[in-house]
């Protein structure tokens, strides 16, 4: 099969179904399958924990989209994070955050993971000298974040490959606000990709989701077994829908893109904006790492504004056709106030963002309704 992006991911691991010819993988809403005898699986399946033809529809697909050897398919971008970081790291390692981590993320190792005994520190990871001093002996994983939600950072993603992996441990990127036609972790050296499939990969808003994809067949092998044994895999028709959605990520991430930039020159005109935070701006201070390891800036634009916090909620309740509303990367426009919003578990420790900032996920709507949209919301 032909590598291209596009190609891969309306076709990876989707054959036409053998029996009926459909060419769109079926929805197998099944819990159990019939055994060929004690111990004889038919086709490989017995209890859809372990094992569903639809979810592994989606992992194969996002594993070639990612150009990784295995995919994993969980119930939701936590999920994916928390049976990834009980695999690889124990009571008393000690893993790197990003300095501006997503709050969920936070969230996962301030209260979950430091009970259980897993050190974190945050770090700027745009600060190679800063990441260098900051491992420990008992440092198993980088934990990066690029772009970062919501400030928009980049992190070099192959040169932190190299420092952790001179430390022995691993790299793991969230590339969720990239998506896989933007970036590509592992070939930069990344060992674990992680996705948050609510967002871009799905793109429509209706579907909760998450992925890990690996370089490495045998921690693959690893991750699979957490996956079982912890459970909180992906259904048969969230896989569908995640897969349905892939198919068009690659026009999706381009109409984004499209519409971002556009986005991005108002606001960056428009006198009530004191900074726009956009990797695709020429004095963002991380345009070119981002632009020698993405193919375009994508569809995350943050910004902050004159009169403080008060105007920024204000902003977010006066858009129309930009929905107030958590999460990102589906076709409609989304605003929020991430100090409220989606980083309030942050607020009083050292990741708080500012209280002036907006957050956009900018959709595929015609883009000049947006501006419109934006432009009364400003004032």
């Not at 790492?289 to 403080?308: E, H, L, P, Y």
């Not at 607020?347 to 883009?367: K, N, Y």
């Amino acid at each position: 099969m032909s590598n291209g992006f596009e190609t891969l991911a309306i076709h990876a691991g989707q054959q036409p179904d053998p029996v009926t010819g459909a060419v769109v993988p079926p929805i197998y809403a099944t819990s159990t399958y019939k055994q060929d005898g004690v111990g004889g699986l038919r086709s490989g399946y017995e209890y859809s924990r372990s094992g569903n033809p639809t979810r592994t529809a989606l992992e194969e697909c996002l594993a070639a989209i990612e150009g990784g050897t295995r995919g994993l398919a969980f119930a939701s971008g936590l999920a994916a994070e928390d049976a990834l970081l009980r695999a690889v790291c124990a009571p008393g390692d000690h893993v790197l955050i990003p300095g501006d981590a997503y709050g969920g993320t936070y969230r996962l190792f301030a209260r979950v993971f430091s009970r259980w005994g897993l050190a974190y520190d945050p770090v700027p990871l745009n600060d190679i000298d800063a990441v260098r001093a900051a491992i420990r002996p008992e440092t198993k994983v980088i934990w990066v974040e690029t772009p970062t939600n919501p400030l928009l950072g980049i992190a070099d993603i192959a040169a932190l490959a190299s420092v952790a992996h001179e430390a022995g441990a691993l790299l793991v990127v969230d590339n969720t606000f990239a998506s896989p036609y933007l970036q590509q972790p592992l070939g930069l050296g990344a060992d674990i990709v992680v996705h948050s499939t609510t967002k871009y990969v799905g793109g429509h808003s209706d579907v909760v989701g998450g992925a890990l994809i690996v370089r490495d067949s045998g921690l693959g092998e690893d991750l699979a077994y957490h996956q079982n044994a912890m459970g909180a895999v992906a259904g048969p028709f969230d896989a569908w829908l995640t897969l349905r959605g892939v198919k068009t990520l690659g026009v999706r991430m381009d109409r984004h893109c499209d519409n971002a930039e556009r986005v991005v020159e108002l606001l960056t005109a428009h006198p009530k904006v004191t900074k726009v935070l956009y990797p695709g701006l020429p004095d963002h201070p991380g345009h070119e790492v981002a632009a020698k390891q993405m193919k375009r800036f994508g569809g995350m634009v943050s910004f902050q504004v004159a009169g403080g916090e008060e105007e920024a909620v204000a902003i977010c309740d006066r858009t129309e056709i930009f929905t107030l509303g958590e999460s990102l990367g589906g076709v409609e426009s989304l605003i929020e106030h991430p100090g409220r919003m989606t980083h309030a578990s942050v607020a009083g420790s050292a990741l708080e963002v500012p209280g002036d900032l907006v957050r956009l996920s900018v959709g595929i709507e015609s883009v000049d309704d947006l501006l419109a949209d934006l432009t009364r919301a400003l004032g």
